[in-house]
T-cell receptor
Framework: DAGVIQSPRHEVTEMGQEVTLRCKPI?????LFWYRQTMMRGLELLIY????????DSGMPEDRFSAKMPNASFSTLKIQPSEPRDSAVYFC??????????FGSGTRLTVV | GQQVMQIPQYQHVQEGEDFTTYCNSS?????IQWYKQRPGGHPVFLIQ?????EVKKQKRLTFQFGEAKKNSSLHITATQTTDVGTYFC???????????FGQGTTLQVKP
C-alpha cells in the first residue's frame, strides 16, 4: 500500500493565481480529510468527505477555497485566487473502517 | 465549538529524563487519539483510547484517558533522541467522523 499520496510536494505561486492540490486516499478508506497546518494556528480541519460526499466544510476559511471528491480515489483542494496568508502545509488524510488517520506527506504552499 | 487544549507547548529535556504532555477537551469525547509528527514530516497515528480511565502502553510510552473522558496524557519514560517531534492529541466525536487536534507539544531531547 503506497499510503495517502499528495501532489505536488511543494508549490510556489504568485498572489492571485489559482492553486490546485491533489490527494489520492488509501483504497477502501471511506473518509477523506483536508487539514491546513501553520505555526500560528496548528492543524486546522478544512473539510471532510464520507463516501465522496462533503460532510462538514465549516473549516473552509473563505469562498476562495473549494474542495471536490469526484470519486473514491481522488480529491482536490482549490484556492482561487491565492493570497500570501494561504501559505501553509496542506495535509490530506484518509480513514478506513478501523481507527486512526493516515496522513499524506503534505503540500507546502508558498504564495508570494 | 469543541476545543482541545494541549500543554505544554514546548518541552526541552535531557536524554534519559521523562516527559509528559497533557490534553484537555471542552466537551466529553468518544475517543482520543495520539499522533507524532517528526520535524518536516506528517502526523503519524500512535494509538486510540476509548474507555473511561483506559491506560495503554507502547514500550516507553504510556497513554491515559481520564475518567470523565475529557482529558488525556502521554508519558514517555527515559526519553531518547528518537523521541524528538511534536505530539498531538486529537479528540473524536461519536456522531461525526472527524477529529479535533490539539496544538501539539514539541519535544526536544538533548543528548
Amino acid at each position: 500500500d503506497a499510503g495517502v499520496i499528495q501532489s505536488p510536494r511543494h508549490e510556489v505561486t504568485e498572489m492571485g493565481q489559482e492553486v490546485t492540490l491533489r490527494c489520492k486516499p488509501i483504497s477502501g478508506h471511506d473518509y477523506l480529510f483536508w487539514y491546513r497546518q501553520t505555526m500560528m494556528r496548528g492543524l486546522e480541519l478544512l473539510i471532510y468527505f464520507n463516501n465522496n460526499v462533503p460532510i462538514d466544510d465549516s473549516g473552509m476559511p473563505e469562498d476562495r477555497f473549494s474542495a471536490k471528491m469526484p470519486n473514491a480515489s481522488f480529491s482536490t483542494l482549490k484556492i482561487q485566487p491565492s493570497e500570501p496568508r494561504d501559505s501553509a502545509v496542506y495535509f490530506c488524510a484518509s480513514r478506513g473502517p478501523y481507527y486512526g488517520y493516515t496522513f499524506g506527506s503534505g503540500t507546502r504552499l508558498t504564495v508570494v | 465549538g469543541q476545543q482541545v487544549m494541549q500543554i505544554p507547548q514546548y518541552q526541552h529535556v535531557q536524554e534519559g529524563e521523562d516527559f509528559t504532555t497533557y490534553c484537555n477537551s471542552s466537551t466529553t469525547l468518544s475517543n482520543i487519539q495520539w499522533y507524532k509528527q517528526r520535524p518536516g514530516g506528517h502526523p503519524v497515528f500512535l494509538i486510540q483510547l476509548v474507555k473511561s480511565g483506559e491506560v495503554k502502553k507502547q514500550k516507553r510510552l504510556t497513554f491515559q484517558f481520564g475518567e470523565a473522558k475529557k482529558n488525556s496524557s502521554l508519558h514517555i519514560t527515559a526519553t531518547q533522541t528518537t523521541d524528538v517531534g511534536t505530539y498531538f492529541c486529537a479528540g473524536g466525536s461519536s456522531n461525526t467522523g472527524k477529529l479535533i487536534f490539539g496544538q501539539g507539544t514539541t519535544l526536544q531531547v538533548k543528548p
